[in-house]
């Protein structure tokens, strides 16, 4: 990662990246954080004690699935798949995510005078 830190997310990111990433396809939470990793050019890091928690909050409120697995190293696993509940929170989401980020945007661009 070279000389760049890691920044906190602001609230609900987290969330949006693992149904993003889970709309692809199913995945382990190994494969979940590797997959962020590398989708954000390694811009992103996600810890084990966040990605599980938000996992957990996900399946409470239906958003994804999980059944027993193997993974490609043959080891015993949970995958968690996107659910129709999580695909319709994840566009509204999303939505939201950029309406707000529009209005950073213009708050943030150049005045005018």
Request: aromatic share 6%.
């Amino acid at each position: 990662m070279g000389n760049r830190q890691p920044r906190d997310l602001f609230p609900g990111a987290l969330e949006m990246m693992i149904l993003r990433t889970l709309k692809r396809q199913p995945l382990h939470g190994y494969a979940l954080v590797q997959r962020i990793k590398r989708d954000s050019d390694d811009l992103l890091q996600i810890e084990e004690g966040s990605l599980y928690p938000a996992l957990q909050r996900l399946l409470k409120e239906g958003c994804v699935e999980a059944a027993w697995g193997v993974s490609s190293t043959n080891r015993r696993v949970r995958i968690y798949k996107l659910t129709r509940t999580g695909a319709k929170y994840l566009e509204r989401q999303v939505s939201s995510f950029e309406q707000m980020l529009e209005g950073i945007a213009r708050v943030l661009s150049p005045v005018k005078s």
